[in-house]
């Protein structure tokens, strides 16, 4: 098992910034992909971001581009998702998952998923 841990949700403003942070603990974290989901009740899992191993391959859902962005520092174990110019209706919970397989935006795609973070944005 690879732990998987988000953090950095909260409360935040329409319009305002949050920088959510995941940790993987494991030696290889480098070869895995890195993804972001979200998920609000009744809807399924939702994909919003992915970066590859080495950061040089990013995916990115059309509901956030230009607001979002990925990245990763593999010396920390770490990938991030910075979340710009937020809207209520980016309210969620948000997932960091890692796959082994390489960059996917398939939440079955991935092999290793953390506990979430919750992220609520007021109007």
């Known amino acids: 098992q690879v732990p998987v841990v988000e953090s950095g949700g909260g409360l935040v403003p329409a319009g305002g910034s949050l920088r959510l942070s995941c940790v993987a603990s494991?030696?290889?974290?480098?070869?895995?992909?890195m993804g972001w989901f979200r998920q609000t009740p009744g809807k399924e899992r939702e994909f919003v971001s992915a970066i590859s191993g080495g950061g040089a391959s990013k995916s990115i859902a059309e509901s956030v581009r230009g607001r979002f962005s990925i990245s990763r520092d593999n010396t920390k174990y770490t990938v991030y998702l910075q979340m710009n110019s937020l809207k209520p209706e980016d309210t969620a919970i948000y997932y960091c998952a890692a796959a082994w397989r390489g960059l996917t935006t398939m939440r079955d795609q991935y092999d290793y998923w953390g506990q979430g973070t919750q992220v609520t944005v007021s109007s």
């Open positions: 494991v030696r290889t974290f480098s070869y895995y992909a």
